[in-house]
């Protein structure tokens, strides 16, 4: 082993990077066996210097700015785990890559806003690297198992659940029968939402995940303007009642894929069987699975979040970094990736959907609606009414496979019925 130490920088001592330092000081001499070089935090820096940070600071050098820190010429590594895609940690990255240092990072919302700006800069510059294992689906080795355990395949999809507080919040609304609102906020309260639940129940935390994960897959630009985006706050009771009664569970997918006419990225809660690897992930956990034309499928799950998980994903960058194992960032050289070229027009999207509609419970109604969906160009599988209230019938159907731009024109019909008093829903019906 190299007695030479590879001085890191910690920049954010929070949740990751307090427990990440924890693991580089209580278990330092194991790291170090696997890195096969002796490994020193040198230097940290944080917004509160007073805080405890439960770890043993005080022989660490102290800095007020990251963006210092980052270029300081005593430390040989950069770990930069305060989060934002601009601001302080943007900078810092930048910093330290233009100094010809190695970035290791979590944050997702960086790589997935600025991620191929940041590549270039890693690869122009002699000594410059970066290394974001946790960026993706916090402890689940998504970025390696792609990157390099997957690298002779032709990807043709991944897909994931790839954010745990949306997952617990739709698993509490099946287990419980309450409204998204409710659960919610009991997720606040128990920690697993934050106050400001944005990032999550809108689906952005893991639109960011997603295309990072298919930037890697289709070698091609970091296109994250083009994921399609749809939270879980519309999912209503009485949709995740119609999917359990159906033999589905309503997830939010992360899919993107290969189709003729090019790279989809699509994040929205689709229906999904309850027995498929994806309809089994409950709670807070994570799922990820890749295809590839070699490998056939793979599915990885674990925890998405949380200090010990998230500095596992944390540690092995480092070690990766003393060892001296810095493949290209998203595993193909930056003037290789396929440039992203859109048309605008939305890629096909085709498949059975669940559609439901709100109606005056009247006769010729269904008709109506019947109507309406075959001058979309769908067709019926299987239709239910359900207990009429106040002379209000909600009425569910599963249609046979179609594109979602006849769903679309079929929501809008339907909507300027006389009889339907509600907005139309729909939702995607996956099948693995
Ligand atoms: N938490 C997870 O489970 C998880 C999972 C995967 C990825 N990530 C990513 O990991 C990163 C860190 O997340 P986290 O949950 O650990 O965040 P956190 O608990 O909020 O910690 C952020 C840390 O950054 C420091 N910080 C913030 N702004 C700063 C500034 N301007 N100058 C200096 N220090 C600053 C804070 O200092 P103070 O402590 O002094 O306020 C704090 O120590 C994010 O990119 C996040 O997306 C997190």
């Given amino acids: 082993m190299s007695d030479d130490p590879l001085k890191i920088g910690i920049a954010g001592l929070g949740t990751v990077g307090a427990a990440t330092l924890g693991f580089l000081v209580n278990e330092n001499a194991r790291i170090a066996a696997r890195a096969g070089r002796a490994l020193r935090v040198d230097a940290i820096v944080a917004r509160d210097r007073a805080k405890d940070r439960g770890v043993d600071t005080s022989g660490l050098r102290w800095f007020d700015d ?35 240092k190695p970035v290791v990072t979590a944050n997702k919302a960086l790589l997935a806003h600025h991620g191929g700006a940041l590549a270039e800069l890693a690869e122009r510059t002699p000594g410059a690297s970066l290394h974001y294992e946790a960026a993706v689906a916090g402890g689940i080795p998504a970025v390696k198992a792609l990157r390099e355990g997957m690298a002779g395949n032709g990807i043709t999809r991944v ?9 617990y919040i739709l698993t ?22 934050e106050a400001d639940p944005t990032a999550d129940v809108g689906g952005f935390d893991a639109a960011h995940k997603l295309a990072i994960m298919a930037a890697i ?14 939270g879980i706050e519309n999912v209503a009771a009485e949709d995740i009642i119609a999917a359990r009664d159906m033999g589905y569970r309503i997830r939010l997918l992360g899919v993107a894929e290969r189709t003729d006419e090019g790279v989809s990225q699509r994040l929205r809660p689709c229906m999904t069987p309850i027995d498929s690897p994806l309809g089994k992930i409950t709670g807070v956990t994570n799922a ?10 793979t599915i990885l799950t674990g925890p998405g979040a949380g200090g010990g998980p998230t500095a596992s994903a944390v540690l092995a960058d480092i070690i990766d970094v003393a060892r001296g194992n810095c493949p290209p960032t998203f595993g193909i050289a930056t003037n290789d990736l396929v440039p992203v070229t859109s048309s605008g027009a939305p890629l096909r999207d085709e498949g059975a959907f669940y559609l439901r509609v709100t109606l005056k419970d009247q006769p010729g109604t269904l008709a109506e609606v019947a109507t309406a969906l075959g001058r979309s160009g769908v067709s019926i599988h299987r239709m ?16 046979h496979r179609c594109d979602l731009a006849d769903i679309t024109a079929a929501k ?3 909507e300027t019925l006389s009889v339907c008093t509600a907005p139309p829903v729909s939702m995607r019906i996956v099948e693995s």
Avoid at 68 to 97: C, F, Q, R, W
Avoid at 217 to 230: C, H, K, L, N, P
Avoid at 288 to 297: H, K, T
């Fill in 66 to 100: 990251p963006v210092a820190l980052a270029a300081d010429p005593g430390i040989d590594l950069y770990v930069e785990l305060m989060g934002g895609a601009d601001g302080v940690a943007k900078a810092s990255v930048e910093a330290a890559l233009a100094a010809g």
């Fill in 159 to 167: 897909s994931g659940i790839l954010n745990g507080t949306c997952n």
């Fill in 288 to 297: 990820v699975m890749l295809e590839g034309d070699a490998i056939g499928a």
């Fill in 217 to 230: 897959a289709f070698g091609r630009q970091m296109a994250f303007d083009d994921v399609q985006i749809e």
């Fill in 384 to 399: 239910r009414q359900h207990d009429h209230k106040n002379d209000i019938a909600p009425v569910t159907i599963v249609t």
């Fill in 412 to 414: 809008e019909r339907i």
């Fill in 172 to 193: 509490e609304m099946e287990e419980t029968g309450a409204a998204f609102d409710g659960v919610l906020l009991e997720a606040q309260k128990l920690g697993y939402a």
